[in-house]
């Protein structure tokens, strides 16, 4: 016999704030958690946003010069 077990998925989008994320090659504020580094297309995660106790970790390659802004990502939780 088989049972069939329904779980409800519950997901959150939201937006990501102007203050969590910059263009340029590391983090200059506590707040900045995405970094975008227009000259190589790395897209990058600061956890503390200090580049001082955790070190950004590449998650994307993109392509350099692109205009992006915190509009273009959303946060799924």
């Known amino acids: ?5 329904s779980q409800a998925l519950l997901v959150s989008i939201l937006k990501l704030s102007a203050s969590a ?3 340029g090659s590391v ?3 506590e707040a900045q958690r995405f970094i975008y580094d227009s000259s190589t297309g790395g897209l ?5 946003g200090s580049g001082g106790a ?10 350099g010069g692109l205009s992006l802004t915190e509009a273009n990502f959303v946060i799924v939780a």
């Not at 955790?54 to 392509?63: D, G, I, S, V």
């Open 54 to 63: 955790f070190t950004q970790a590449q998650f994307a390659q993109l392509h």
């Open 27 to 29: 983090a200059t504020t």
């Open 44 to 48: 990058f995660f600061d956890l503390d």
């Open 1 to 5: 016999m088989c049972e069939h077990t």
């Open 21 to 23: 994320f910059t263009i």
